[in-house]
């Protein structure tokens, strides 16, 4: 059996932990796959053929963009010589292949640490091949021609494949990225990363799902959702919390919406959130690549939320929307009266019979499969 590792570096959220986990588990389907993270550790586990291996951690703040330990006790150039010591053990062990996501795309900061895993895999193994595992949409740079005209070069020296997580019909890749004619001999879309289709309930059940995804971002949209609570009176409301989501915000909620007795619950997340979909008439949730495939998957009427610190989740969305797949919730939709609206409006759409390609794991087994093969 070949051995593969797959290497993800999470900064703020954890959707590329969670779209990265779903390749990973299709990959151990048939190949050898350590899983390498290099943020915190987060409430989601892969298959449990594979071997985790949980670098020190490390996160970004927003601000600023700076590096910082999440445990406080080291500064980021010390983890990162602890890292390396870590990935040049492993890179000994002799892999087949490597997958590394998102990076040349984005994950600057970390170039160094990923091109000396690169370089040692490759000298431990002279037929080691690299794929790069990219989203859809990249976040915009202004200094965009000259940096991507650098990307293309790093992907050209390092990487075999890239592997974009588009349905093209949809979203190119080169809607982002400047200067995809260079590295066109490499690249391939996948479609969509998105678990196995879900099919939908014969008769959903009237319940409303309100999610966060990570929940580092959102609080005003949990907060205008429990505004109309009082005016779905045949609905039940379920509240679902990510890992980051503020504590003082449930409890607020909790509180606030007591009156309404079982009509509103609350959880963390969901190890069965499509089968809870599914069986729903509606989302509100943010956003994220993630979520928004979770939605595509079971069919089910959404608005989204989109964080607009950078572009990708507006851009996506939107184009969604004009779709008819779902509906963008702008910050004025967010009064109570203007949401309830949007919300009626949603439980009485229909739903496009079409869908995009969202078999991004399985086509991303395929295509590892294929890089294998090539001499």
Known sequence: ?????????????????????????ELALEFDVTYVQGGPPVPLKPLPSVRVVQLDPLLMREADSSLYDPNGARSPEEIFARR????????????????????????????????????AARAKNSEFRAACSVRDILVEKNDSA?????????????????WVHSDPNLILFSDTFSETSLIADRLSYTG????????????????????????????????????????????????????YTPP????????????????VAFSGLLPNFEQVLAESRLSLSMAGYNTVMNLLNTRTPGLVLTYD????????????????????????DLSPERLQARMEAALSSSYPAALPDLKGALNSRLAMRALLSEK
Do not use: W
Not at 6 to 17: D, K, M, S
Not at 95 to 106: H, K, M, R
């Open 309 to 332: 610190a950078n572009g990708e989740q507006l851009m996506r969305a939107s184009l969604l929307e004009s779709r008819g797949y779902l509906g963008v919730l702008r910050p004025e």
């Open 146 to 162: 000259k940096r991507n005209q650098k990307i293309a070069a790093t992907v050209r020296e390092f990487f075999q494949a890239v």
């Open 84 to 119: 390396a010591l870590v990935l040049e053990e492993l890179a000994a062990e002799g892999f087949d292949a490597g997958v590394i996501e998102l990076y040349p795309f984005g994950r600057k900061k970390f170039g160094p640490e990923v091109q000396a895993l690169l370089k």
């Open 248 to 263: 003082a915000l449930l409890e607020d909620l909790k509180r606030e919406l007591a009156p309404y007795g079982s009509r």
């Open 1 to 25: 059996m070949k051995k593969v590792f797959f290497y993800c570096q999470h900064l703020l959220g954890i959707g590329h932990v969670t779209r990265s986990l779903s390749i990973v588990n």
């Open 192 to 243: 969509f990363v998105a678990e196995p289709t879900k099919p939908a309930a014969a008769m959903r059940a009237p319940k409303i799902v309100l999610s966060l995804g990570g929940g580092s971002v959102g609080e005003e949209l949990f907060r205008a959702a429990a505004k109309t609570v009082a005016h779905f009176n045949d609905f039940q409301f379920l509240f679902v919390s990510g890992p």
